[in-house]
């Protein structure tokens, strides 16, 4: 997907809060309409840029590990590419960008989902934890420490997300055996191989107890 | 992907209203078949309807049914206690669709309106009847090993994706939607539809209805179930073929049946005639071989697809056999 420049450092809260007034007030009574057609045409008409770049976005609050974020995006910005190329968050890795491999995955609200399938603007008021927002300052999280341990990662392309979808097996319940643990982690696809040792690392900190 | 307008529906009505008014405009709940398809330009919306706000969440156990709202997740309706208690079958094909993530993300409403996996509506590059109709079928006469065995036309052999909805054609569910006419009800198994000349119509629903729930009616299906889901790799795979079986069993004798497969067909597949035949029998391994025979009657390869026809009747007789010994 094409990226557009960010434009986040222009964008006060002030700035923000009063483009959110305007374009409520451009909505119809029954439905909340962020980008209505008649500014979409600003870029067809070939507007200065500046003015199309500004009615072809739409104001979005996120919060990304404990940090409140007002933006502008254009409606077809992923969760991935938002946090990547937009919040500079490169953690959080593309991998195959269609839901197949699990490399994307975050926690949203506590819930663990795939940022390259989730539409950022659709994201309004979430929490998002990324790998970057695990560790409390130099410490790391018991599942940072674990698969450092067990080497659960080698190529370590997939590890942000394997760490993350690993803490979400754990909280959800899903940790109780190898096979279970190996079925709730199957859409995080490792292709180095690493598994045996990711399954290590889990079950270690299941049975650690600490708080996650 | 294309860029485009979204807004954001605040009831059921301005949802169907809001979407109405567009030519292109599509309904938006988990996304995640969606986008991904928004993002290889198969559908290319100008709008979409982000439908997420809306009071369509709930499981409610009502009498002699449950209702399930359309946006309730995946995993929600997977993990329910009651649901699993009551119609474990349905627990079971969720469990077994995708990964967590995404069940995490995707919506029952959805699922049901999930594309078809066929690689040639995938790849913009070749013919697909079900992506740009009356440009040919890929797979006819192509690489058809996922294709469909039951129900084929000669414009396409696609088969539905989902693992939902193999049981929830078992468990005789219905569907409710909301159109600009009205409220109505379809039952599942009118839901989906055969390809014959028209495959880029996946089901019955009117473009501009909205799916508000699906109802299951209460049944003696809560022990001897099994959703069988046989697949190139142990988890996190489209099924080759899968069978949900229901048994309801009295001294060895099966009192009620239902069955049917994914995999096969361009929709679930109900075994109506297989349900008959099992009917007051008494449990045997020779019975569900029968049983898995009768199941295959009638079913056509395409080539590559071929072994989905001794492989069917296995997985039925072998979905009977492990649902009858739980």
């Known amino acids: ?212 | 992907m294309k860029n485009f307008q979204i807004i954001k529906a605040l009831s059921s009505s301005s949802a169907v209203t809001g979407k109405a008014k567009d030519n292109s405009s599509m309904f938006i709940a988990g996304g995640t078949n969606l986008v991904d398809l928004m993002k290889k330009n198969i559908v290319a919306p100008d709008k979409l309807v982000d439908i997420n706000g809306l009071d369509l969440k709930k499981i409610e156990f009502l009498k002699g049914k449950v209702s399930i709202g359309a946006l309730a997740k995946n995993s929600q309706v997977a993990e329910d206690v009651s649901i699993k208690e009551k119609y474990p079958l349905l627990a079971l094909a969720l469990a077994a669709g995708a990964s967590q993530q995404i069940r995490h993300m995707a919506t029952v409403g959805g699922n049901m309106l999930q594309k078809t996996r066929c690689s040639y509506y995938y790849n913009t590059d070749m013919p697909c009847n079900k992506r740009v109709p009356k440009s040919g079928c890929g797979a006819i006469g192509g690489s058809n090993r996922m294709a469909a065995v039951f129900g084929t036309s000669d414009s396409c052999i696609a088969v539905h994706p989902s693992d939902m909805c193999v049981a929830l054609a078992a468990l005789d569910a219905k569907v409710l939607v909301e159109g600009p006419k009205g409220k109505r009800e379809i039952d599942f198994t009118d839901f989906h539809r055969l390809p014959g000349n028209t495959p880029e119509k996946d089901n019955t629903l009117d473009s501009r209805e909205l799916i508000t729930a699906v109802e299951i009616p209460d049944n003696n299906f809560t022990k001897n179930v099994h959703y069988l889901k046989v697949r190139d790799r142990t988890s996190y795979a489209f099924a080759l073929v899968s069978v949900a079986a229901a048994l309801d069993i009295k001294d060895n004798t099966i009192n009620d049946v239902r069955l049917a497969m994914g995999g096969v067909a361009h929709k679930p597949w109900r075994l109506t005639e297989t349900e008959k035949f099992l009917k007051g029998k008494t449990i045997s391994e020779d019975l569900f071989k029968q049983a898995g025979h009768l199941s295959m009657k009638g079913a056509k390869g395409f080539g590559d697809n071929n072994f989905k026809l001794t492989l069917g009747e296995n997985a039925v007789a072998e979905a009977l056999t492990i649902a009858a010994s739980k």
């Not at chain 1, 067809?44 to 104001?59: R, S």
């Not at chain 1, 994201?123 to 067990?150: R, Y």
């Open chain 1, 1 to 212: 997907m094409a990226s557009k420049k960010t434009n986040q450092d222009k964008v006060t809260p002030e700035d923000a809060s009063s483009r959110r007034d305007f374009i409520k007030k451009s909505g119809l009574f029954t439905a909340l309409a962020l980008t209505p057609p008649s500014l979409v045409m600003a870029s067809d008409k070939k507007w200065d840029e500046k003015i199309a770049e500004y009615l072809e976005t739409v104001p979005l609050s996120i919060e990304v590990n404990g940090t409140k974020h007002n933006l502008n995006i254009e409606p077809r910005t992923t969760l991935l590419d938002l946090l990547r190329e937009q919040l500079q968050l490169t953690g959080t890795k593309k991998g195959c960008d269609h839901g197949q491999c699990g490399a994307c995955t975050v926690h949203v609200n506590g819930t663990r989902i795939l940022s390259c399938l989730s539409l950022a603007t659709m994201q309004q008021n979430a929490q998002v934890t990324t790998i970057e927002g695990l560790s409390k300052g130099k410490k790391l999280h018991p599942m940072q420490e674990a698969f450092i341990k067990h080497d659960g990662f080698q190529c370590g392309y997939c590890t942000p997300g394997q760490i993350m979808s690993g803490i979400a097996c754990i909280k959800e319940g899903h940790a109780n055996s190898r096979e279970e643990i190996s079925e709730y982690m199957s859409g995080n696809i490792c292709r180095c191989g690493a598994y045996h040792n990711i399954v290590d690392a889990i079950t270690e900190v299941k049975e650690g107890g600490k708080e996650i």
